[in-house]
């Protein structure tokens, strides 16, 4: 009889793995996903968290009476239903034991630089202005570049309109900001500012544009002091670095009649100050529920308005009656007015928002490029 002989190492392994076969224990099978939010035909949304240790429980939303309790089911598994909720984009937060966080089951998140929010998409019949719809798109590139002003990696984005990877012309340029809470993605994925200029180019609304989408956030800080250096820094990164990488890198027109600079809150503030500073380089301008500028840093267009009014082609300032910024907004205009500044002022419904900055890009962006 023929014997074969295994090695030791190889005998040992064989036993361990029969032995490791049957002892382990059987594999758990994975829980089902937890949908949340879900939405129904009715509109009415149900959201669902799971916490077993959690003692308390809310859903605090933009939509009307949007704070809602969420019941605790035998499994640890809170939910609770809302609605209807009016056609729109909404943020919305979980209060779990007083702290705020997103909601773990729905990957679409608001870009902020320090991130406790979710979206919520209820859609509209017909698609409202912000959403997808059957039209030619544009395409969103994302950019990281060396700020040479800053010594620094810096981050931007930059909307181009449809048909222009077709097109041997040049197009004018938007650049357009986000608030203190946001960053260079916030108006793409929570602003929607790419689809809203698709669908205003597709209605013949909206001159074809480059939008370029910058990080705020040029400097460090807080408080007070993120609000005396978040001007400087930033427009040295604008003027510096910015502006000549956009020029060389996409077919856009760099003449002052064929750039335009708006932003909301702290980037309302760093438009407004940077576009009446620079007239000679932004000839449309604008400001949403603006952090006013220092009016120290605009003395020259405040004691010129002969040349401010004939470099600028727009300037344009809005804000809600329920904004808290309201009051520096209202005594800006009476300042502009007193100075004789020419400007368009719009005062609107609503309070410091993302739905009210939605509609003023709808208004601001077709004004844009004009004869």
């Known amino acids: 009889m023929k014997t074969t002989w295994l090695p030791l190492s190889l005998a040992v392994l ?20 937890i949908v949340s939010p879900e939405l129904a035909e009715d509109r009415r949304v149900t959201f669902r968290l ?6 308390e429980v809310l859903v605090v939303g933009q939509w009307n009476d949007g704070r809602v309790p969420l019941a605790k089911g035998s499994n640890g598994l809170w939910s609770a239903t809302t609605g209807p909720i009016e056609p729109g984009l909404w943020e919305y937060s979980f209060q779990v034991d007083g702290l705020t966080m997103i909601d773990p089951g729905n990957p679409a998140i608001k870009p902020m630089r320090a991130p406790r929010t979710s979206i919520l998409s209820v859609p509209g019949q ?7 719809q059957d ?30 990877e077709q097109a041997d012309t ?20 929570h602003g929607k500012a790419h689809w809203i200029l698709d669908n205003l180019i597709a209605q013949g609304r909206a001159k074809p544009m480059v939008v370029v989408m910058m990080d705020g956030h040029a400097a460090t800080g807080s408080g007070e002091r993120m609000m005396q250096t978040y001007v400087t820094p930033f427009e040295r990164d ?28 702290m980037g309302g503030g760093q438009s407004l100050g940077i576009g009446l500073r620079h007239p000679d380089r932004f000839a449309w301008v ?9 009016t120290k840093s605009i003395t020259e267009s405040l004691a010129h308005p002969d040349a401010t009014n004939q470099k600028l082609k727009l300037l344009w300032i809005a804000c809600g009656k329920d904004d808290p910024l309201l009051k520096r907004n209202t005594a800006f205009i009476a300042l ?4 004789k500044i020419q400007h368009t002022w719009n005062q609107s419904e609503g309070a410091h928002s993302w739905p009210v900055w939605r509609g003023y890009l709808a208004e601001f962006a077709p004004l844009l490029f004009q004869p």
């Open 126 to 132: 017909p698609p409202l202005l912000c959403e997808f």
């Open 336 to 339: 502009l007015t007193e100075k």
């Open 238 to 265: 604008l003027l510096e670095d910015v502006m000549p990488l956009i020029e060389k890198t996409y077919r856009v027109k760099s003449d002052a009649a064929n750039r335009a600079i708006v932003g909301l809150s």
């Open 170 to 189: 040049r197009f004018p340029t938007l650049y357009l900001q986000h608030g203190s809470g946001g960053n260079q993605a916030t108006w793409v994925a």
């Open 50 to 55: 799971m916490a077993p240790k959690a003692s």
């Open 14 to 33: 064989g036993l361990v793995g029969i032995t490791s076969a049957a002892e382990a224990p059987a594999r758990r099978a994975r829980p089902p996903a």
């Open 286 to 294: 604008g400001g949403f529920s603006s952090a006013i500028p220092d």
């Open 135 to 164: 039209v030619p798109h544009g395409v969103v590139h994302q950019h990281t570049y060396r700020s040479q002003s800053l010594g620094r990696w810096r981050e931007l984005v930059v909307y181009t309109p449809p048909g222009y």
